[in-house]
């Protein structure tokens, strides 16, 4: 039960990074790159949901590890691979740069899926499906809202911090609209806010 909540909230910052990295990529970009790097920002949202699905393989490997069945990762890596390989010679003939962004975060979330999949048959931890389901949502809300929003003529610096904020008020506000948030967890957050506050006016 503890591991289980524990990935929740693992889940819970990674999918905002991945979030707030998608959602502010055009101007992380021209922030920090000359003019003929931008184009990138096509292919970050893609490259960062992979690191994301690697962060759910080493999250959900705990099983294997418990059970000491280690021999499971060669299975889980070679087929993670197969699929990365098919995915590379399908897609990138096709769709050249963000085929390739398409193929590495297909892999590994093959990779995730598999080992998840394995971890859970190892040792059964019931996760909260219904709130990871939650926080997927409330990513790509976020992700999405700040890649519609386009302010013209604005620096970089501006318009990333403008996308940062965006996204990151748009996923507490569905995750808090949904029900995510149970009232212990409510009221802990209320007791760190007031010390911080009480903190402030110190």
């Known amino acids: 039960r503890t591991y289980s909540t ?7 910052v990674l999918v905002l990074l991945v979030a707030g990295l998608a ?10 790159t000359t003019k003929q790097f931008h ?3 096509d292919v970050t949202p893609w490259i960062a949901l992979g690191a994301m699905f690697q962060g759910v393989y080493l999250v959900g490997s705990i099983g294997i590890i ?4 280690t021999v499971i990762y060669p299975v889980a890596t070679g087929i993670a691979a197969a699929v ?15 085929g390739a ?12 899926l598999v080992t998840v999949g ?5 040792y059964p931890i019931s996760y909260e499906w219904g709130r990871l389901l939650r926080i997927a949502g409330a990513g790509l809300a976020g992700a999405l809202c700040a890649m519609w929003f386009a302010p013209a003529n604005v620096p970089a610096l501006v318009g990333l911090i403008a996308r940062g904020v965006l996204t990151m008020v748009t996923y507490a506000l569905v995750l808090s609209a949904t029900g995510f948030f149970h009232p212990g967890e409510l009221r802990i957050m209320q007791s760190v806010r007031d010390r911080l506050l009480v903190r402030t006016q110190g």
């Open 118 to 122: 394995f971890s859970l048959r190892c």
């Open 39 to 41: 184009h990138a920002s």
């Open 66 to 69: 418990i059970t000491k069945r």
């Open 23 to 32: 959602g502010a990529a055009p101007d992380l970009l021209r922030l920090t």
């Open 101 to 112: 962004a398409w193929a590495n975060a297909t892999a590994y979330g093959t990779l995730a």
């Open 84 to 98: 990365s390989l098919a995915a590379n010679a399908f897609l990138i003939p096709r769709y050249g740069t963000i």
């Open 6 to 12: 524990v990935s929740t909230y693992v889940m819970l």
